[in-house]
Structure formats: structure tokens, C-alpha cells
């Protein structure tokens, strides 16, 4: 059974950034595209950022240029980059595989606030 466990988050100012990180147990790791995603207080969880086993990435807009997400897979961990903050980013944090399949983990609090 893969955990997850996400790491990383805090409170701060908007314009500032933070790096999230998520590390995952089990040895298949390197085989699975993986995302992050977030829910905020009301809202449904929503993906932000994925990274596929090429490497290859895509972003939902709101973050596009912003975020950036990477692996590193000798590690089994995946990371999310987020520059420039703004208050709608404010969320609890998750990451998992594309199809959603593993065990969601605790998720790290992320609030943007002046």
C-alpha cells in the first residue's frame, strides 16, 4: 500500500513562495504520472499541476507560470515550486497519482495572507 505523505507548506505573504514536497512510499514510484492538487475551504479538490513518467508537464491556468512541478524519482518524491503566491491560492495541498488510486495523505496547508 503507497502512502503519501505532502510536507512543506506554511503561511505567508502574497508574492512570496514556497516548495511543497511529497514523498511517496513503495517502490513503483518512477512508473506513475503524479500530480498536485488542492482543496480550499467549500471547494471541491481540484488538480494544479501534473508531471508525467516523461517528465513532460502541464498546469491548470490559474498557476501556469507561476508553479512548477518536479520528480525526482531515486527519491520518490515529487515537488511543487509556487512563486508568486496570490490569496487564491490559500488550500490544503495533496498529491497523488493521475488516477487518483493511492490512499490520500494528510495534506500540507498552504495560506496566503497579508
Known amino acids: 500500500q503507497v502512502q503519501l505523505v505532502e510536507f512543506g507548506g506554511g503561511l505567508v505573504q502574497p508574492g512570496e513562495s514556497l516548495r511543497l514536497s511529497c514523498v511517496a512510499s513503495g517502490s513503483i514510484f518512477s512508473l506513475y504520472g503524479m500530480a498536485w492538487y488542492r482543496q480550499a475551504p467549500g471547494n471541491q479538490r481540484e488538480w494544479v499541476a501534473r508531471?508525467?513518467?516523461?517528465?513532460?508537464?502541464t498546469y491548470t491556468d490559474s498557476v501556469k507560470g507561476r508553479f512548477t512541478i518536479s520528480r525526482d524519482n531515486a527519491k520518490n518524491t515529487v515537488y511543487l515550486q509556487m512563486n508568486s503566491l496570490k490569496v487564491e491560492d490559500t488550500a490544503v495541498y495533496y498529491c497523488n497519482n493521475f488516477g487518483e488510486s493511492w490512499p490520500w495523505g494528510q495534506g500540507t496547508q498552504v495560506t496566503v495572507s497579508s
Open positions: 508531471i508525467f513518467a516523461s517528465d513532460s508537464t
